[in-house]
């Protein structure tokens, strides 16, 4: 079966005080600056509503986790059950401060068209 994945730009991932602060249209999340550490090493990490940080005075429940993908070039973020992806290249720029941000894409399952005749010819 073809899975076609389709991506559509959402938001942005930037360095706020060494913390990774992603923004998504509607929400705000980051990953902790001992986190980012770990990621760029290859580590999964968590990632935390920013207004939960705030409010449980630094003692958040995890919202989603970030990791490098297998082939290195993208990093991917699950947050409350949605899939979104940034380059790696953009994050590690927004991180070292030659980028102002990296680009974040949510990831979406390309429907197939309505004319696509059932497999193997079964009908329903």
């Not at 990632?47 to 989603?64: E, L, W």
């Not at 970030?66 to 990093?75: D, E, L, M, Q, Y």
Request: proline share 4%; aromatic share 6%.
């Amino acid at each position: 079966m073809l899975q076609t994945k389709t991506f559509e730009h959402i938001g942005a991932a930037r360095t706020y005080g060494g913390t990774l602060r992603i923004d998504i249209k509607t929400m705000q999340a980051v990953i902790s600056r001992s986190d980012v550490a770990r990621l760029l090493e290859h580590w999964p990490v968590d990632i935390f509503d920013i207004s939960d940080v705030m409010r449980t005075a630094g003692t958040p429940a995890s919202i989603g986790r970030a990791w490098i993908t297998r082939s290195g070039k993208a990093v991917m973020y699950t947050i409350n059950g949605s899939r979104y992806v940034s380059p790696l290249a953009q994050v590690k720029g927004a991180v070292s401060g030659e980028r102002k941000y990296a680009n974040v894409s949510i990831m979406k399952d390309a429907g197939l068209p309505a004319h696509t005749s059932s497999p193997a010819g079964v009908l329903a």
